[in-house]
T-cell receptor
Framework: AQSVAQPEDQVNVAEGNPLTVKCTYS??????LFWYVQYPNRGLQFLLK??????LVKGSYGFEAEFNKSQTSFHLKKPSALVSDSALYFC????????????FGSGTKLNVKP | DTGVSQDPRHKITKRGQNVTFRCDPI?????LYWYRQTLGQGPEFLTY????????KSRLLSDRFSAERPKGSFSTLEIQRTEQGDSAMYLC????????????????FGPGTRLTVL
């Protein structure tokens, strides 16, 4: 069965510091991995995705994510956090033969303090 | 590109009533998905369409739920005889797909319809 784990319900970081939001997955074969952000009363906004190739993927708003096949992880990172980055972040995985059906993690609330 | 829109944004209903939600995808997107999100959880897949064909339904989609996409454009999700457990955010997403099973298209989400069943 496909699954995604976001081990931290909440991440707190000071503005200007680097941030990491963790994601691990369990999918047979080679998965496709995505990160989305959700602001209050808004839908999910796409940040970035990993399909194949370079393990470091760059996305919107200065975010990047590193795919690590041996650790089955896809952690989201940003070198310098902004207060406006405070939101709910979701990792998602789709199976290559799953017609792009997404399996989402439970989400991580990022709090960036001034 | 006006994005994915959903209507209504909020719906409050009494247990036992029927409700219908609408989703308008990004124009020319051939795939449309419905997800359900409860408080503190990530979205859970309900069903998806390739053009007008409904290709997969989750076990979460009981017989009280039905979804349609009659002309391959907008979609409706109907819940009959609503129960308090149906209270959730219902999200719609769309994507432009080549149609192959191994497509890697990005899904773009609407703002959601928040359903409260009293």
């Amino acid at each position: 069965a496909q699954s995604v784990a976001q081990p931290e319900d909440q991440v707190n970081v000071a503005e200007g510091n680097p941030l990491t939001v963790k994601c691990t997955y369990s999918v047979s074969g080679n998965p496709y991995l995505f990160w989305y952000v959700q602001y209050p009363n808004r839908g999910l906004q796409f940040l970035l995705k990993y399909i194949t190739g370079d393990n470091l993927v760059k996305g919107s708003y200065g975010f990047e994510a590193e795919f690590n096949k041996s650790q089955t992880s896809f952690h989201l990172k940003k070198p310098s956090a902004l207060v406006s980055d405070s939101a709910l972040y979701f990792c998602a995985v789709s199976h290559p033969r799953g017609f792009n059906k997404f399996y989402f993690g439970s989400g991580t609330k990022l709090n960036v303090k001034p | 590109d006006t994005g994915v829109s959903q209507d209504p944004r909020h719906k409050i209903t009494k247990r036992g009533q029927n409700v219908t939600f609408r989703c308008d995808p990004i124009s020319e997107h051939n795939r449309l998905y419905w997800y359900r999100q409860t408080l503190g959880q990530g979205p859970e897949f309900l069903t998806y369409f390739q053009n007008e064909a409904q290709l997969e339904k989750s076990r979460l989609l009981s017989d009280r739920f039905s979804a349609e996409r009659p002309k391959g454009s907008f979609s409706t999700l109907e819940i009959q005889r609503t129960e308090q457990g149906d209270s959730a955010m219902y999200l719609c997403a769309s994507s432009l797909s080549s149609g192959r099973p191994t497509s890697t298209d990005t899904q773009y989400f609407g703002p959601g319809t928040r359903l409260t069943v009293l």
